[in-house]
């Protein structure tokens, strides 16, 4: 649950070293004859043939990097998923319990971030020095978070931590309904954990977790009520969403417009490619040109169905689509209902003291490592005097103590994990929320509580062999990957790093850093020699990720000279699909030579895959008149271009998205000159 965004962090390697050591005890149960049974399910079947639909999407992604990446981390989350059928059943209040002591320190993190991080960042953004204080050379996408407002917790966005904490708070207003039923004496301090979970999605600050809960909580009620009640409230319900439709202004809704945008641009994108898709993240380089004149652009299409169909077309589609639908089906829940009145507290397994205690040792040590990002337990009260252990501390007891109390009473929780998981699943109808891996595990255990499962039998010791042989073969390819992960992982962020220092607007303060990061000493060389050794370095880093798109980008854009520049960059093109930014940064190079024609034509390019974003035409209006300037020929015939560009531009202006107009600031330099 608390994942940064840094894939080197270490949050991960914890996580994957927890799986690990779990799935070779697995492996040695087996070998004993210990465990005599391997468990499967449906809903695990189908999200195998998820994965394998996606390869061939993955393997033609845009950014292959990227691709293979989110390829790893799904089948981290299948073996997750396998281990979770094998060993929760018997533990389903176990996990439960510790879901909502992970959601209580997310929500601890939403308000200490609120009132003592988003205030101080707002400063240094307001002040130009926010790529000082923010890590992982993310101070473009920390910028754009703070302008939307809301806190995210340890998430990217506050979509990610609204949509988990509304879940946490499906299965806390569960167990408040369950000890206040049975009359237990701590029913009143149970009201604290809805309440605290409330506060932390408030701060948050999104409409999609609110809706998601509320229809989640319709679905369950209705499917648990009587057959004529529930068409009578099928009918009102309906009713009044199609006068909702028919007389609110929904496209005036600025959250609601841009989502109809991207809809209908990966629309129009899958059905060029219906069955098998154009290939990951194809939506970030395609899209835009799909795009209504009045949307926004976006790297996501913000439904992970029509994600998968742009990404890998029906044959991806279909596999989730029915892994939804089979997670959501109301005879689940009616199942839950019956098994719910029989389980009670005194027949469930018996809980050890020392698990409550387990928080108390793991979240301090992860705040210890560096697991919390650092533009946020930093600003904390009395942070500087090194007393983020010491907040460690009091949010591993505050998670213990949760986690103690959900132990204690929850016969009906397995209700509260059914309207998490339909808060899960509409959610990413909205939002690209199956993109967060923290998000999908969360998904994996809630479904793994409420689920049932068939089993294998492995009562002779040839299958008990097999199975921990096949399990244990399994985990040391894993741990190799893990461990190649970690360093591609470290070496690629210094890479990253670098690029971005040569790149940098603030070019004194840029050139020291990266004197600092290439290990020379103060002083002891030249600027312009510090930047040659940067390139040097950068072009070698480069060099060992041929996939990574955007860091190649990157290192081609840095160059100074014009014409090594375009050798790069056309080399880039040549090798990767083209995007906005490289064939800009292409024609800005031609430009910069003198060579208008190419300058021109890649302006071109550029406008065809980005067509509302208007500073492309202006830049494309300056091109024209540096032509018109360094040649006689074609006067007219650039004049009438530039006639046309301007006409287009004053057409557009009123009609595109507030971003995508131009700056008064470039149309004041513009009319001027």
Same mark, same amino acid.
């Given at each position: ?17 927890? #799986?690990? @050591? =779990?799935? &070779? /005890? ?7 004859? !210990? %465990? *005599? ?127 988990? #904490?509304? @879940? =946490?708070? &499906? /299965? ?7 000890? !206040? %039923? *049975? ?132 044959? &991806? ?357």
């Amino acid at each position: 649950m608390i994942a940064t965004p840094d894939f080197s962090g270490v949050d991960h390697h914890l996580w994957h070293v927890l #799986l690990l @050591a =779990g799935c &070779a /005890l697995l492996a040695w149960e087996w070998y004993r004859g !210990w %465990r *005599q049974e391997v468990f499967y399910g449906p809903c695990g079947l189908v999200f195998v043939v998820l994965c394998l639909a996606l390869l061939p999407a993955w393997l033609r992604g845009a950014q292959p990097s990227s691709a293979m990446g989110f390829a790893l981390a799904y089948a981290g989350q299948l073996v997750f998923a396998g281990y979770c059928m094998q060993v929760i059943a018997p533990r389903v209040h176990l996990a439960l319990a510790a879901v909502l002591a992970a959601v209580t320190v997310q929500a601890g993190l939403a308000m200490g971030q609120y009132f003592w991080v988003l205030p101080e960042l707002l400063r240094q953004l307001e002040a130009g020095r926010l790529s000082d204080v923010v890590t992982h050379d993310a101070s473009h996408d920390m910028a754009e978070r703070l302008r939307n407002g809301g806190s995210y917790g340890s998430f990217t966005l506050a979509n990610g931590l609204a949509i988990v #904490l509304a @879940a =946490g708070l &499906a /299965l806390a207003v569960s167990l408040c309904h369950n000890l !206040w %039923r *049975q009359g237990h004496p701590a029913r009143w301090p149970s009201l604290l954990l809805p309440l605290w979970l409330t506060a932390g999605l408030i701060l948050a600050d999104t409409k999609g977790s609110w809706a998601a809960l509320a229809a989640a909580t319709l679905w369950v009620s209705l499917s648990l009520c009587r057959p004529r009640w529930r068409w009578t409230a099928i009918g009102v319900f309906g009713g009044a969403l199609i006068s909702l439709a028919l007389f609110v202004p929904l496209l005036e809704i600025p959250s609601i417009a841009v989502r109809v945008g991207y809809h209908l641009a990966a629309t129009q994108l899958w059905l060029e490619s219906p069955w098998w898709g154009h290939g990951w993240e194809a939506f970030a380089y395609q899209g835009a040109q799909h795009l209504p004149v009045w949307a926004e652009f976006a790297r996501r299409v913000h439904n992970e169905v029509l994600e998968s169909l742009v990404a890998g077309g029906l044959l &991806a589609a279909l596999p989730l689509i029915a892994l939804m639908i089979m997670l959501a089906w109301p005879s689940r829940g009616q199942s839950l209902r019956h098994q719910a009145t029989e389980r009670t507290p005194a027949s469930q397994p018996h809980t050890p003291w020392w698990m409550a205690v387990v928080p108390l040792g793991l979240i301090p040590l992860g705040v210890a490592l560096g697991t919390l990002q650092s533009d946020n337990l930093a600003y904390w009260p009395g942070a500087a005097q090194g007393m983020m252990l010491l907040w460690g501390l009091l949010w591993g007891a505050c998670a213990g103590m949760v986690f103690w109390l959900a132990t204690r009473c929850t016969s009906s929780l397995p209700k509260g994990s059914w309207v998490a998981v339909l808060v899960l699943l509409l959610g990413s109808l909205i939002d690209f929320h199956l993109h967060e891996m923290a998000v999908v595990t969360l998904l994996i255990v809630l479904s793994c509580c409420h689920s049932s499962f068939a089993s294998i039998d492995l009562s002779t010791p040839r299958r008990q062999h097999l199975a921990a042989g096949s399990m244990l073969t399994m985990v040391i390819l894993a741990s190799f990957l893990v461990q190649n992960g970690q360093q591609r992982s470290e070496e690629l962020a210094h890479a990253q790093r670098i690029v971005s220092l040569l790149t940098s607007d603030h070019q004194d303060e840029a050139t020291a850093q990266l004197q600092t990061l290439l290990g020379a000493p103060d002083g002891a060389a030249d600027p312009q020699t510090v930047r040659q050794q940067g390139r040097a370095v950068a072009s070698h880093l480069a060099g060992r990720f041929p996939a990574h798109e955007a860091l190649l980008a990157a290192a081609a854009s840095s160059h100074r000279d014009p014409h090594a520049r375009i050798r790069a960059l056309e080399d880039h093109l040549q090798r990767f699909t083209p995007r906005t930014g490289v064939l800009s940064d292409l024609a800005a190079s031609h430009a910069q030579a003198g060579a208008w024609e190419a300058a021109i034509h890649h302006q071109q390019q550029a406008i065809a895959l980005n067509p509302w974003f208007l500073p492309l035409r202006q830049q494309l209006i300056s091109y024209y008149r540096a032509a018109q300037h360094s040649r006689s020929s074609d006067h007219e015939a650039l004049a009438a271009a530039i006639a046309q560009e301007e006409a287009r531009i004053r057409e557009l202006t009123p009609q595109v998205f507030s971003r995508n107009r131009i700056r008064p600031s470039a149309v004041q330099q513009e009319s001027t000159q």
